[in-house]
């Protein structure tokens, strides 16, 4: 019999390193999730309050502290490796949105976080309409970005940014969203039948109703994505602990390791196990 010579060996070896450090975050109730973080998912957490006793309070400060560690001088969020012209305006328009709505109520920010932030949001509307100004629209390929994109600029203009700014693209990007959203009737989310919009209910804001939604929960996520979980809980007229606490796993427990940065989806167990043990 041939031996398992050194490189192959030190390949097993890993690979059954691999294997064991995945399953040592395997959760009983999340499993498990080794997704990078996203900004944009990041932002929508940062945007959950919650009324206590003592008043309302802005639920992940974390969250938001971190999107401001990782704003860019130019006032963006197109982080190193963002890959593509889009993300980069999801992440910009989410954040944007995010520093906004923490300067109308300041809650429970700490004073860093808010001594900058009027220059902090100049920055960032100046950098998502210059953005938008060299978006190719059509050659665009990101999933649902026609549906995402035009909701977020609705969200940033009914609080009175961007008002006046229009851009090249604009006009066939409402034409992909009407086509798109002509498929849609709310109907379609109240029903039990699985949809690939629950991924991201941030883009049916004003459109559906969100108490109408929670038959979609699975260990209190929306379909593992923290930013469609964090739009619900937002929009939902009664607090629901079973979301919240998958919020705080996903904090505690993806890559983010704490620092309040989540991935764009979460649990991802089923993918990455079979990652690991197919390569």
Not at 50 to 76: A, C, I, P
Not at 185 to 195: D, N, Q, V
């Amino acid at each position: 019999m041939t031996g398992i010579s050194t490189q192959d060996g030190d390949l097993q070896s890993g690979a059954i390193e691999l294997i064991q450090r995945a399953w040592e975050r395997y959760d009983k109730d999340y499993t498990a999730g080794c997704m990078t973080c996203a900004i944009y998912d990041t932002a929508w957490i940062s945007m959950v309050s919650k009324k206590v006793s003592d008043g309302k309070r802005w639920l992940f400060l974390e969250s938001f502290d971190y999107l401001l560690s990782m704003q860019s001088e130019d006032g963006s969020w197109k982080v190193d490796g963002t890959p593509s012209h889009v993300d980069g305006i999801l992440n910009t328009a989410a954040s944007l949105l995010s520093l906004h709505r923490h300067r109308l109520e300041p809650l429970n920010d700490t004073v860093h976080a808010l001594d900058d932030i009027e220059r902090r949001i100049h920055l960032a509307a100046t950098s998502l309409a210059s953005q938008l100004t060299e978006w190719d629209v059509v050659a665009t390929v990101h999933v649902g970005f026609e549906i995402i994109v035009p909701s977020l600029l609705d969200l940033l203009r009914a609080e009175n940014l961007l008002p006046d700014f229009h851009f090249n693209g604009e006009v066939i990007l409402r034409q992909l969203n009407s086509a798109k959203l002509s498929k849609f009737e709310p109907g379609m989310l109240y029903s039990r039948k699985a949809s690939t919009a629950v991924h991201s209910l941030e883009a049916f804001i004003g459109k559906v109703d969100f108490d109408k939604l929670s038959h979609h929960k699975t260990n209190g996520s929306m379909m593992g994505s923290p930013s469609s979980t964090a739009a619900y809980l937002i929009h939902t007229s009664h607090w629901d602990d079973e979301v919240e606490a998958y919020l705080r796993h996903v904090i505690a427990a993806g890559a983010g390791k704490g620092s309040g940065a989540v991935p764009s989806a979460f649990p991802s167990a089923f993918f990455e196990y079979t990652w690991v043990s197919e390569t």
